[in-house]
């Protein structure tokens, strides 16, 4: 920690209020100029009347100021003045905004890391809590040592960098049949929901306001309460996130709570717009007119930005169909346009949020499909690094912003009638719309559901930002609401985010079961769809499963031919398949085997023989088994025939063999023809054998040990053309010990 | 055996009934010829499996075997039944019980001989169809994971069998542990409220 807080002391030190503004435009262009970035952008910068989904302007402000070269930071290569060469220079102005970036980055990890190391401490204490606290105190320490306030958890940064990244993550990772069978749960919360709250706590500050229980000071009417109603009434992603993500509730609740705090933003965005634009204009002069645009708007904002992200969706899966050559970029494909499909919707100001979350939601399927298993991985962890660096930066200075006194003013009546109203009416909001919404649901919200829904309506840096933003000119009583949202925002999240854990296990929640589903579930899971379609349409019903299957169809008869890649696209109902049935699970269960290759159709071995048997020989002398590595499948050059060999190759396998039956029709050849009764039963024993020991083992485990076997024998594929990855086992016996033909 | 939980409402019973007729055009039975005729479920992997359902008396509640030519709108409505949810209010006792009828349903299903087990000659048939829309690619993968279903039942259930031991096939209760995990009651349901007499439009002009 000191070492960190003497870097704090060397920034502030250097005299540079810099804003987080950070860009490369800021950076000085030429080398020699020894111009201070934004060194002389004043604080009131930060708190420009923008309107909410422009806070771009600022940005561009910023950059305008390295133009004048200051020599106010000193000490520049190119300060004429004393003499000689210098050998070793401090080039801070040069640095300097990188050097902030990247040592707050590392603030925000190392504080991480320390947060780690006490097992109690974390498991009882969520991790937004922490960040809030440290921030807080870096905060105080910042405050301190320079008498100002530096740093701010800064709007533009906020909603053009922090915030998609979070969002995009979970738009990307979205369980998506989960969100589209709780739709109409989340549509009616989030847009029912939030207007509600809205409308019900802004108008009740007012009422309270007349009541006198607010002071005189806070000179607000009725349309600033209706504008601070609507943004502090918002369920906030990053929020949710953060807390749910410790607290494991079932994933019905978790996606109806998540998928609330999505959607609403476009209820938020119109609101706040509209709001904004009735205290510009003054509360005398709206008309009826602009009410029915306010409607509209809403509408548009939340089409639109969905359409928005769909196209990107398209366009992102089509690109992906005819990366093959270039797979290296293929992860910056997807990060790019789904950060472009935010920022289009922000550019016509719709609904950035959804946009980004549609994007993600239909991209996925195809883009899955299409990118290899490299890529894949690549994509997954970058986004979840990113995200929670964001996370945590985004609480870190939720705690450092509140340090400083000068931006927000104390009212207790405010504070404290604004606390109450947000419980009270979002816990009559959720009970109300639950109440109506069971009539229509095939599994009704009990009321524990519906506790920890209105427990989890936490409020988080959506709201702070956009009060940050708001103009300090038209919104007189803008500074108490600073210090309102302020203390909202930490009480939700704090106090809600410590004791939303205990109440949990209190109320015997259900938990989420976090448990990969069995082989046999899986494909029960699958047969009900069809089933249930089946009686849909026996009954003459058009129910849910006939529209899904409507989709499906649809979806396989045009958009996959459109955006998958050809030789995906034969392989795709496979491909699910096997994502969902884990046939590696199923292999290591049985585990075991040598190569045993199976065909019905005799001429496909035939095909191939001296490759054929080049794989078995190298397996033999590997003493290794088959392994279903779908990887496999991209790396196969060229033919088809080559293609079908190696997915058929690789989806088979010697997994369960009656004993009665294998005179049946279903018989599996061996390579080594005339030996197969006796290789049958040997390979029969040591599967049953086998089976328990590996079945025991926790399949995480054994993935592990998949994964470091995998790597060191994947030089042998060399030997094949096909190149197929084997996983060695330790086997306990090679195939060139074969048993008596007594033995069974 | 319990299926008072089961039942539908009257108002269901009457568009069902008018759905009866509609499919068997106005006589008094059904036939297999008849369900055929939906378009619909052309595209049904299990279509077959379905409609034998329908045919099978051993889901006619009446303890009977093997399978009949034609059924009555008894039959039809006991069948559909299968797929009601269960109320609220139920005790546990109930929920198990309704879990068992589903359960059944499914079980017969699968067991297309009728000798109270699902052998892996069925099961992989079962999966087959699942995969079926692939091709011949399907069936090869299909026949993989039946095998490794089967394997999974046999460790579940049986535990730790001896090398010269095999498994026989699954037997009811055996298929009642392995699905513990799915919520049978809410999962295996048909919303009966929404129907549409646009369907009913489109199939008399047909």
Redesign the interface.
């Given at each position: 920690m000191r070492g960190l807080s003497l870097l704090l002391f060397i920034t502030v030190a250097s005299d540079a209020t810099t804003d987080l503004y950070v860009t490369a435009a800021s950076l000085p262009p030429e080398l020699g100029v020894s111009a201070a970035p934004a060194v002389t952008s004043p604080v009131a910068s930060r708190y420009v009347p923008e309107e909410y989904g422009h806070p771009g302007i600022a940005l561009a402000r910023s950059a305008e100021e390295p133009a004048a070269p200051s020599t106010e930071d000193g000490e520049s290569s190119h300060q004429h003045g004393g003499g000689g060469y210098r050998i070793v220079q401090w080039e801070w102005s040069y640095v300097q905004t990188p050097y902030i970036i990247a040592s707050w980055l590392l603030v925000a990890s190392v504080a991480k890391i320390l947060f780690h190391f006490s097992q109690r401490f974390t498991t009882a204490v969520p991790e937004s809590c922490m960040l809030i606290l440290l921030g807080l105190v870096l905060g105080a320490v910042v405050l301190i040592a320079s008498k100002k306030q530096p740093y701010q958890l800064d709007p533009g940064l906020f909603f053009l960098f922090l915030l998609p990244t979070i969002v995009g993550d979970a738009g990307y990772f979205m369980p998506a049949r989960l969100f589209f069978d709780n739709l109409g749960a989340i549509l009616l919360y989030a847009v029912v929901g939030t207007l509600w709250n809205a409308f019900c706590t802004g108008f009740c500050l007012y009422g309270v306001k007349m009541a006198g229980v607010i002071d005189e000071k806070v000179n607000a009417g009725l349309m600033d309460f209706l504008l601070f109603g609507a943004l502090i009434s918002a369920v906030d992603p990053v929020a949710v996130l953060a807390v749910f993500e410790e607290v494991h509730v079932n994933e019905t609740l978790f996606i109806i709570v998540f998928g609330e705090s999505l959607v609403n933003d476009a209820v938020t965005v119109v609101l706040y717009k509209v709001y904004i634009s009735f205290v510009e204009v003054g509360p005398g002069n709206v008309h009826t007119a602009d009410y029915f645009k306010g409607i509209a708007s809403f509408l548009i904002v939340s089409i639109g930005g969905t359409l928005v992200g769909l196209i990107f969706a398209v366009i992102l899966a089509f690109v992906t169909r005819f990366t093959k050559k270039v797979r290296i970029i293929e992860p910056l494909f997807v990060f790019l346009l789904v950060y472009l499909a935010y920022l289009t919707a922000e550019l016509f100001s719709l609904s950035a949020i959804l946009s980004m979350t549609f994007c993600g939601i239909g991209c996925k399927k195809y883009v899955e499909a299409n990118i290899s298993q490299k890529s894949r991985t690549t994509v997954k962890y970058t986004m979840k690094t990113l995200a929670s660096i964001a996370e945590t930066i985004i609480f870190i200075f939720l705690g450092i912003s509140a340090v400083d006194k000068s931006k927000w003013a104390w009212d207790t009546g405010l504070v404290v009638s604004t606390l109450i109203f947000i419980l009270v009416f979002r816990a009559m909001g959720v009970v109300g719309q639950t109440w109506f919404l069971n009539w229509f649901r095939?599994?009704?919200l009990d009321k524990i559901d519906q506790v920890v829904m209105s427990y989890g309506g936490l409020r988080g840096a959506v709201a702070f930002a956009l009060v940050v933003l708001l103009d300090k000119e038209q919104v007189k009583a803008k500074d108490y609401f600073v210090a309102t949202t302020i203390v909202v925002v930490f009480f939700t999240v704090m106090f809600q985010g410590l004791t939303i854990k205990p109440l949990v296990k209190w109320l015997k929640v259900p938990r989420s079961?976090n448990r990969k589903?069995?082989?046999?579930?899986e494909?029960?899971?699958?047969?009900?769809d069809?089933?249930?379609?089946?009686?849909?349409?026996?009954?003459?019903?058009?129910?849910?499963?006939?529209w899904r299957?409507k989709w499906e169809?649809f979806d396989k008869n045009y958009l996959s031919k459109l955006l998958l890649r050809k030789s995906v696209y034969h392989?795709s109902?496979?491909w699910e398949?096997?994502q969902k049935?884990n046939?590696r699970?199923?292999?290591s269960?049985?585990d075991q085997v040598k190569v045993l290759i199976?065909s019905?159709?005799t001429n496909t071995v035939n095909t191939h023989p001296e490759q054929w048997a080049a794989i078995y020989a190298a397996a033999r002398e590997n003493g290794s088994g088959v392994c279903l590595d779908l990887q496999v499948i991209d790396t196969v050059p060229g033919a088809k025939i080559e293609e079908?060999l190696e997915?058929?190759h690789v989806?088979?396998?010697n997994?369960?063999?009656?004993?009665?039956?294998y005179q049946s029709h279903?018989s599996r050849h061996f390579m080594t023809v005339g030996e197969k009764e006796r290789q049958d039963r040997e390979v029969?024993?040591r599967n049953?054998?086998n089976?328990?020991e590996s079945?025991k083992s926790t399949r995480y485990k054994r993935h592990k040990k998949d994964r470091s076997q995998k790597k060191a024998i994947a030089q042998n594929c060399s030997k094949t053309h096909l190149c197929i990855t084997f996983v060695a086992r330790k086997a306990p016996e090679t195939p060139k010990e074969r048993p008596k033909s007594g033995e069974? | 055996m319990g299926l008072e939980q089961n039942e539908v409402s009257l108002e269901q019973i009457a568009i069902?009934h008018n759905?009866f007729k509609?499919?068997s055009q106005n006589e008094e039975t059904l036939r297999r010829d008849d369900?055929k005729t939906?378009q619909?479920?052309e595209?049904?992997?299990?279509?077959y499996q379905?409609i034998e359902a329908?045919f099978d008396r051993r889901n006619f509640q009446k303890d009977g075997v093997g399978s009949v030519e034609e059924i009555g709108f008894e039959e039809f409505l006991t069948v559909?039944s299968y797929?009601r949810?269960p109320a609220?209010h139920i005790t546990e006792e109930q929920r198990e019980e309704i879990r068992r009828a589903k359960l059944r349903f499914?079980f017969n299903?699968h067991d297309t001989d009728n000798d109270g087990t699902i052998?892996?000659?069925e099961y992989r048939h079962?999966?087959e169809e699942?995969?079926s829309?692939?091709g011949?690619?399907?069936?090869?993968?299909a026949?993989?994971?039946a095998?490794?279903?089967?394997?999974?039942?046999a460790?579940?259930s049986v535990g730790?069998?001896?090398?010269?031991?095999?498994?026989?096939g699954i037997t009811f209760e055996h298929f009642l542990k392995?699905?513990k995990?799915?919520e049978i009651e809410?999962?295996?349901?048909?919303?009966?409220l929404?129907?549409?007499t646009?369907?009913?439009c489109k199939?008399h002009s047909v």
């Amino acid at each position: 920690m000191r070492g960190l807080s003497l870097l704090l002391f060397i920034t502030v030190a250097s005299d540079a209020t810099t804003d987080l503004y950070v860009t490369a435009a800021s950076l000085p262009p030429e080398l020699g100029v020894s111009a201070a970035p934004a060194v002389t952008s004043p604080v009131a910068s930060r708190y420009v009347p923008e309107e909410y989904g422009h806070p771009g302007i600022a940005l561009a402000r910023s950059a305008e100021e390295p133009a004048a070269p200051s020599t106010e930071d000193g000490e520049s290569s190119h300060q004429h003045g004393g003499g000689g060469y210098r050998i070793v220079q401090w080039e801070w102005s040069y640095v300097q905004t990188p050097y902030i970036i990247a040592s707050w980055l590392l603030v925000a990890s190392v504080a991480k890391i320390l947060f780690h190391f006490s097992q109690r401490f974390t498991t009882a204490v969520p991790e937004s809590c922490m960040l809030i606290l440290l921030g807080l105190v870096l905060g105080a320490v910042v405050l301190i040592a320079s008498k100002k306030q530096p740093y701010q958890l800064d709007p533009g940064l906020f909603f053009l960098f922090l915030l998609p990244t979070i969002v995009g993550d979970a738009g990307y990772f979205m369980p998506a049949r989960l969100f589209f069978d709780n739709l109409g749960a989340i549509l009616l919360y989030a847009v029912v929901g939030t207007l509600w709250n809205a409308f019900c706590t802004g108008f009740c500050l007012y009422g309270v306001k007349m009541a006198g229980v607010i002071d005189e000071k806070v000179n607000a009417g009725l349309m600033d309460f209706l504008l601070f109603g609507a943004l502090i009434s918002a369920v906030d992603p990053v929020a949710v996130l953060a807390v749910f993500e410790e607290v494991h509730v079932n994933e019905t609740l978790f996606i109806i709570v998540f998928g609330e705090s999505l959607v609403n933003d476009a209820v938020t965005v119109v609101l706040y717009k509209v709001y904004i634009s009735f205290v510009e204009v003054g509360p005398g002069n709206v008309h009826t007119a602009d009410y029915f645009k306010g409607i509209a708007s809403f509408l548009i904002v939340s089409i639109g930005g969905t359409l928005v992200g769909l196209i990107f969706a398209v366009i992102l899966a089509f690109v992906t169909r005819f990366t093959k050559k270039v797979r290296i970029i293929e992860p910056l494909f997807v990060f790019l346009l789904v950060y472009l499909a935010y920022l289009t919707a922000e550019l016509f100001s719709l609904s950035a949020i959804l946009s980004m979350t549609f994007c993600g939601i239909g991209c996925k399927k195809y883009v899955e499909a299409n990118i290899s298993q490299k890529s894949r991985t690549t994509v997954k962890y970058t986004m979840k690094t990113l995200a929670s660096i964001a996370e945590t930066i985004i609480f870190i200075f939720l705690g450092i912003s509140a340090v400083d006194k000068s931006k927000w003013a104390w009212d207790t009546g405010l504070v404290v009638s604004t606390l109450i109203f947000i419980l009270v009416f979002r816990a009559m909001g959720v009970v109300g719309q639950t109440w109506f919404l069971n009539w229509f649901r095939l599994v009704p919200l009990d009321k524990i559901d519906q506790v920890v829904m209105s427990y989890g309506g936490l409020r988080g840096a959506v709201a702070f930002a956009l009060v940050v933003l708001l103009d300090k000119e038209q919104v007189k009583a803008k500074d108490y609401f600073v210090a309102t949202t302020i203390v909202v925002v930490f009480f939700t999240v704090m106090f809600q985010g410590l004791t939303i854990k205990p109440l949990v296990k209190w109320l015997k929640v259900p938990r989420s079961t976090n448990r990969k589903p069995t082989i046999n579930e899986e494909i029960h899971e699958r047969a009900f769809d069809h089933i249930l379609t089946a009686v849909e349409d026996i009954a003459g019903l058009n129910g849910y499963h006939h529209w899904r299957d409507k989709w499906e169809q649809f979806d396989k008869n045009y958009l996959s031919k459109l955006l998958l890649r050809k030789s995906v696209y034969h392989k795709s109902e496979l491909w699910e398949a096997y994502q969902k049935i884990n046939i590696r699970d199923a292999i290591s269960v049985i585990d075991q085997v040598k190569v045993l290759i199976y065909s019905e159709d005799t001429n496909t071995v035939n095909t191939h023989p001296e490759q054929w048997a080049a794989i078995y020989a190298a397996a033999r002398e590997n003493g290794s088994g088959v392994c279903l590595d779908l990887q496999v499948i991209d790396t196969v050059p060229g033919a088809k025939i080559e293609e079908e060999l190696e997915t058929h190759h690789v989806l088979a396998g010697n997994l369960y063999k009656p004993r009665r039956r294998y005179q049946s029709h279903y018989s599996r050849h061996f390579m080594t023809v005339g030996e197969k009764e006796r290789q049958d039963r040997e390979v029969f024993q040591r599967n049953m054998r086998n089976r328990l020991e590996s079945f025991k083992s926790t399949r995480y485990k054994r993935h592990k040990k998949d994964r470091s076997q995998k790597k060191a024998i994947a030089q042998n594929c060399s030997k094949t053309h096909l190149c197929i990855t084997f996983v060695a086992r330790k086997a306990p016996e090679t195939p060139k010990e074969r048993p008596k033909s007594g033995e069974i | 055996m319990g299926l008072e939980q089961n039942e539908v409402s009257l108002e269901q019973i009457a568009i069902l009934h008018n759905r009866f007729k509609q499919l068997s055009q106005n006589e008094e039975t059904l036939r297999r010829d008849d369900l055929k005729t939906i378009q619909d479920l052309e595209s049904n992997p299990i279509r077959y499996q379905i409609i034998e359902a329908f045919f099978d008396r051993r889901n006619f509640q009446k303890d009977g075997v093997g399978s009949v030519e034609e059924i009555g709108f008894e039959e039809f409505l006991t069948v559909m039944s299968y797929f009601r949810a269960p109320a609220h209010h139920i005790t546990e006792e109930q929920r198990e019980e309704i879990r068992r009828a589903k359960l059944r349903f499914l079980f017969n299903m699968h067991d297309t001989d009728n000798d109270g087990t699902i052998t892996l000659e069925e099961y992989r048939h079962v999966v087959e169809e699942l995969l079926s829309r692939s091709g011949a690619l399907g069936r090869e993968t299909a026949k993989g994971i039946a095998d490794a279903a089967m394997l999974e039942v046999a460790s579940i259930s049986v535990g730790p069998m001896a090398p010269d031991e095999f498994y026989e096939g699954i037997t009811f209760e055996h298929f009642l542990k392995i699905l513990k995990g799915i919520e049978i009651e809410t999962r295996m349901h048909i919303r009966f409220l929404n129907m549409d007499t646009a369907v009913f439009c489109k199939q008399h002009s047909v």
